[in-house]
Structure formats: structure tokens, C-alpha cells
């Protein structure tokens, strides 16, 4: 009986060994190749188009005038006339302190005058005297210039009560505080009731502009002759804010300087960009990407940056031939934009490039392409691009590229 259970045993074993080898090497359901076969591989045709070369930069939102409204005299505040985060226009009236102790100075300043212009009228009407007197000979001639250097010491003290006047009024004027720039009026610093003084450095509350806005963003010593050069020329950068993330555009505007030296620290020059900021989105301090423009290189070899290989000869792409094999192009490369890289050797507008499955590829390997067809009216390589481009436009110096997947280098 033990002996049976053995044989059944064993005709088992054997039976699911036999199975286990005929399921792993039988081809697989949908008509995949075994091995030794083509390998399938998604491709796409080189084309010839446009190519925008962008920095790609990190920036700060910074207001172009941000103003601390600070009281220039001592008092109490008697009034705030602003609603904290409102709009407020260039002269628009925000608060009081109490202006009575400088009205009472203003007409003691007045009554000095009147009293003060009085003695000097009465010394003109004895100058005119003593002057009559004179050409009488009935006075000294010391008499008289005596008298005409009393009336100009009069004259003086008139002057600087005017001036007295004058500071009184100012001072009145001081006492009605109003905004110093168009902007946005932030949370209010201090509350009606409180003495303020001309010494503080608290203030009242602070303005910021916010149309038009600017975006500061450093860009590298490397990166900046390029820029230079259009500028010398003439040409006016388009700048793009992108969100914190770089999935969502904010606005557009335009680059509007380029700071006088280079950060020794960092290797980085500051640039402004200028937005109109109309609507608002743009916010004081916030954190932006900047997408700057430098130029756009016009019918160049474009192919997915997928396509593009690295390894021991440098930059590399497997072109599919004719009779459905692949071989080892050596490529230099230009400007990416993370979709498309710009191919100036190596490869021509209608080459088909592989650009998925290259880690199964050697050289001579046979394939089955799929390639993938543009958009229509489009000239560029059928990709799908992603929503926003990162770190597009820069040069690589011909040699390797970061958009494709890094594999060893193929024989040659």
C-alpha cells in the first residue's frame, strides 16, 4: 500500500514539473515574442521646428515701493481713517493725531508777527524822517545809518516769524496723515488713543504698491551673457510668473534690469522683472518661478528628450533602419525644454528615434516600432508635453542630457 502512494506520488511531481516548464517557455497570451525575437519598441520621427530657450529661476515677489507710514510729530491719535488691507491712493487721508497744541502755536506765531511787523513799519516811518532830517544837515549822517540798520534787523525778524508761521503749518499738516504712494494698506500698527512720537519706528501702518509689481530672480554668470546680448540689442525678454509649484501661470511681463555685479558668494547676478499686476496675483513676497525668455532658435532637429541616451561615447539616440533594426547614433545636443532637446549633429528631420524600451536595445537588435504620430498641424515630435516646462533652455554644451534614461553604453 506505501509503495502505491509513492508511485502516484512521484507520476505527480513529475506531471506539475512538466507543466511548470512548458508555461514558462510557451509564448504569452496576445502575441508577445519569446526570446531571440523583435523587441517592440515606441519611436517617433526627428522634425524640424522652433525651440524657445528659457532660463528657469527661482523668485521673490517684491513690491517696488513699500513705505512705513511713520508720524513726523509728537501727539495723540485721534482718528485712523483706513479699513486694514483696502486700497489706498497716493494722498489719500489714513489718520489723526490731535492738532490743537499746534493750531495754538500757529496763532502764537501770528500774534509775533503782527507785533513784530508793527516795530518795523515804525522803524521805516523814522528811517524816512531822519532821512529828511539828514539832507537838512539838522541830524548826523550816523543818525541815519544807524536807523537804516534798524529797520534791516526788523525786517529779519519779520522774515523769521513767517518762517514760524510756516513750520506751524506744516506742522498742521503733519498732523493730518495721509498715504505717500497708491498701494495696499496693511494691518494698522497702532489704535486711536495712543501717543505717538516723531522718534517711532513702529508707524502708523505700511503701503505696499502692487500694480505694477516686480519678481527678483538670480541666474548664473554662465547663464547671463546670453542675456546681455539681447538686451544690448535691444530686445525686450519676456519674463512668466509661474506658482510655487510652476503648474500654474500667474502673469506676464517683461525683464526690466540686470543688477551691477555678480554675487561672489553664489556665482549669481540679480535681474527685475516687471508685471503690470492688474489683477492682483502677484502677491508681496511670495515665492514664484520664473520663466525668462531668451531667445527662440528657429527650424532645428527636434526629438523627445526620452530619446536621448548617455553613456561611454557621450550623447547617443538607436535610430530605427529600414529593415527594422537599431544602431548606435552618436549625437550632439543643443537646448531642451524637458520635452523636446535640439539635435545639432547626428540625427536629421524624418530619422525615427526610439524613445521607449531602449533599455532592452543593442546595436543591430531587431525591433517592432510603434511610432507615434504628431498632432495635427504640429511640428513637433509626438510627445505628450507636459503641463509647464522645467528647467527648458539650458545648454548642455553638446554633451549628454538629463531628459533620457541613463543606460550602459551600447557596443560598438
Not at 380 to 400: I, L, S
Request: charged residues 15%; negative net charge.
Amino acid at each position: 500500500m506505501k509503495r502505491w502512494l509513492v508511485a502516484v506520488l512521484l507520476v505527480i511531481l513529475v506531471a506539475a514539473f512538466v507543466w511548470w516548464r512548458h508555461a514558462g517557455t510557451a509564448p504569452a497570451a496576445g502575441g508577445k515574442h519569446g526570446a531571440g525575437g523583435p523587441q517592440a519598441v515606441g519611436a517617433a520621427k526627428a522634425v524640424a521646428g522652433p525651440m524657445a530657450v528659457t532660463l528657469d529661476e527661482l523668485g521673490t515677489v517684491t513690491p517696488v515701493a513699500t513705505v512705513t507710514v511713520l508720524p513726523q510729530l509728537s501727539g495723540y491719535l485721534t482718528d485712523v481713517a483706513f479699513t486694514e488691507g483696502q486700497m489706498v491712493t497716493k494722498g489719500q487721508y489714513l489718520a489723526e493725531i490731535d492738532p490743537r497744541q499746534y493750531q495754538i502755536l500757529l496763532e502764537q506765531d501770528q500774534g509775533t508777527l503782527a507785533r513784530d511787523e508793527a516795530v518795523l513799519g515804525q522803524a521805516r516811518s523814522d528811517l524816512a524822517r531822519y532821512e529828511l532830517l539828514g539832507r537838512q544837515k539838522s541830524i548826523s549822517e550816523q543818525q541815519v545809518a544807524d536807523q537804516g540798520f534798524l529797520v534791516q534787523q526788523d525786517e529779519g525778524t519779520v522774515k523769521l516769524d513767517q518762517a514760524n508761521i510756516d513750520t506751524a503749518n506744516l506742522d498742521l499738516a503733519y498732523c493730518h496723515i495721509t498715504s505717500p504712494v497708491d498701494g495696499r494698506i496693511g494691518l494698522r500698527l497702532v489704535t486711536v488713543g495712543n501717543y505717538v512720537t516723531s522718534g517711532s519706528t513702529t508707524g502708523i501702518a505700511v503701503v505696499t504698491t502692487v500694480a505694477p509689481m516686480s519678481v527678483i530672480f538670480s541666474v548664473a554668470q554662465a547663464d547671463l551673457a546670453p542675456v546681455l546680448v539681447q538686451m544690448g540689442q535691444g530686445a525686450s525678454l519676456t519674463a512668466t510668473a509661474y506658482s510655487s509649484d510652476d503648474s500654474t501661470k500667474l502673469a506676464t511681463g517683461v525683464l526690466s534690469a540686470v543688477d551691477n555685479q555678480v554675487n561672489t558668494s553664489t556665482g549669481e547676478v540679480n535681474l527685475r522683472a516687471m508685471f503690470q499686476n492688474s489683477d492682483g496675483s502677484l502677491f508681496p513676497n511670495e515665492f514664484v518661478n520664473i520663466h525668462l525668455l531668451v531667445n527662440t532658435l528657429q527650424n532645428v532637429t527636434l526629438v523627445p528628450s526620452q530619446a536621448v541616451q548617455t553613456g561611454a561615447p557621450g550623447s547617443y539616440v538607436y535610430i530605427v533602419n529600414a529593415d527594422n533594426t537599431v544602431s548606435v547614433q552618436k549625437v550632439t545636443t543643443g537646448p531642451t525644454d524637458g520635452v523636446n532637446t535640439v539635435i545639432t549633429d547626428g540625427v536629421s528631420p524624418g530619422d525615427v528615434v526610439v524613445t521607449d524600451g531602449v533599455d532592452r536595445l543593442s546595436d543591430g537588435a531587431k525591433v517592432v516600432a510603434t511610432i507615434a504620430a504628431p498632432a495635427a498641424g504640429s511640428t513637433a515630435p509626438a510627445v505628450t508635453p507636459r503641463q509647464h516646462h522645467h528647467k527648458h533652455g539650458k545648454w548642455n554644451g553638446g554633451e549628454g542630457n538629463s531628459g533620457g534614461n541613463a543606460s550602459p553604453a551600447p557596443a560598438q
